[in-house]
């Protein structure tokens, strides 16, 4: 029987859609619901305390109108802050995301690993963890940076973006004592991997780059294994607050599948 219950994803922007290119590739047949929270954009320089209320609301209104399946929170900030909640409050399935750190440290040959993230995800203690669990023979530092979720934001609404912008971000974390020997960098927010290109670009030598979306495609596909799907997918693309909308990024949206956009 078809079964027309779609796949919720949630970001405080464009971000999460660099979790949704690999679970759509594993899942081309589900239905996807992608929502950015552009009324609280960014979340990387908001408190703990506004991210841990703001998220558990406004998933509880969006499971009440969409009726998903399963959430994935496609947001490394909100899922180290509020994932707890979420899955206390939430009947359903919760997929979050966390950073990178172990396959980063078994790619890692120089064991040395750089984590890029919002200052919000940067310095939550659940890094500390993942790094004392996963890497723990590995030098492991950090930088925080609200411009390049910034600079995502911006390629996908097809604006240029400056590459001295994307050198600057790379030398807040190679430029750290050590940071030298780094050969493996964790993109630990989820809008960094669609400036992945202009970071290698921008790298003064060779790096790595590692993300957790085809981590959290997998961990989708196994919770929904055997399931039934909607006879004609489709996606929608719901926004938290008023935007303006412009032909690159509804361009860039239609091609992940989101032909439909709108307001929650």
């Known amino acids: ?110 064991r040395a690993i750089g984590v890029l993230g919002t200052d919000a995800t940067v310095r939550q203690p659940y890094v500390d963890d993942l790094s004392a669990r996963f890497a723990a023979d590995c030098l492991v530092l950090r930088h925080g940076s609200a411009r390049l979720v910034e600079l995502a934001e911006a390629k996908l609404r097809g604006e240029p973006t400056d590459p001295a912008a994307y050198r600057a971000v790379l030398d807040g974390l190679l430029g750290q004592p050590g940071g030298d020997r780094i050969d493996t960098v964790v993109l630990a927010c989820t809008h960094f991997p669609l400036v992945e290109a202009e970071l290698a670009a921008a790298a003064p030598r060779p790096l790595r780059f590692v993300d957790g979306g085809p981590g959290i495609a997998r961990r989708v596909a196994y919770l929904t294994e055997g399931q039934d799907w909607p006879a004609l997918p489709k996606g929608e693309a719901v926004f938290t607050a008023p935007l303006d909308v412009g032909d690159a990024l509804r361009t860039g949206l239609a091609a992940r599948g989101l032909a439909t956009i709108s307001i929650l």
């Open 1 to 110: 029987m078809a079964d027309d219950r779609p796949i919720l994803m949630f970001d405080s922007g464009v971000g999460g859609l660099s979790v949704l290119a690999p679970t759509r590739a594993l899942l081309p047949h589900a239905a996807y619901v992608y929502a950015a929270d552009n009324g609280g954009f960014p979340y990387g320089i908001r408190t703990e305390a506004e991210i841990a209320a703001r998220v558990p609301a406004l998933l509880g209104r969006l499971v009440e109108r969409y009726r998903p399946r399963l959430v994935v929170i496609a947001c490394n900030t909100a899922s180290t802050i509020a994932l707890a909640a979420v899955r206390a409050a939430l009947d359903l399935p919760i997929v979050g995301t966390v950073p990178a750190i172990k396959p980063a440290a078994e790619q890692s040959a120089a």
